[in-house]
């Protein structure tokens, strides 16, 4: 999930700016198939899944967003990472919501995958969410606001869902409008 506002604390702007750059062209973007796959469990917790989740924590970093799932990098893995309110970045495996509040809220989300627009995304107000960390010991916890929603729309990656999807018709062509006009034509 994209951040909104640019503050990126000690770098510098020209450093945040080509830090993101360099980011955002890993970033697969709506019209990639990689995105609308379902992603595969993860088995082998080793090294190379450990590589994988840092590097996923240094792109969403210089993005910057929030959240970033593995599928966006083009890895069809059920790993997503995520930071909400400057805590540590957290890293969850095989993330599977197993409950999500009645009462729900509405928000407008940006994707890095689907760069330059926001759409207003109704989702649950807390959740709990089960899976693994990146040493494939069990996790379960629940989460509110905008932890909540980060995980909602994360774990939706894994599944091929993106906030087009999740927002009203309306919004959807008009997102999809912006989109077309942003993309050089062929
Ligand atoms: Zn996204």
Redesign the pocket.
């Given at each position: 999930?994209s951040r909104s506002g640019t503050s990126r604390g000690r770098l510098s702007e020209a450093e945040a700016a080509a830090r993101s750059q360099a980011a955002q062209r890993e970033i697969r973007v709506v019209g990639d198939p990689v995105l609308r796959d379902r992603a595969h469990i993860v088995e082998s917790f080793d090294g190379a899944l450990r590589k994988l989740a840092f590097r996923m924590i240094q792109i969403m970093h210089d993005a910057p967003g929030i959240g970033l799932a593995a599928p966006?990098l083009g890895v069809q893995k059920r790993l997503i990472v995520f930071e909400v309110d400057d805590e540590e970045p957290r890293i969850l495996v095989n993330p599977d919501i197993t409950w999500t509040s009645e009462d729900s809220a509405e928000f407008d989300e940006g994707?890095?995958?689907v760069p330059g627009v926001m759409v207003p995304v109704v989702r649950a107000a807390g959740i709990e969410v089960a899976g693994q960390d990146v040493h494939g010991e069990a996790v379960r916890f629940r989460a509110e606001g905008l932890e909540a929603r980060v995980i909602q729309?994360e774990v939706d990656?894994l599944e091929g869902v993106l906030i087009l999807d999740r927002t009203g018709r309306r919004e959807r062509a008009a997102a999809m409008r912006e989109l077309r006009d942003s993309v050089p034509a062929l």
């Open positions: 999930m966006q994707c890095l995958s729309h990656h």
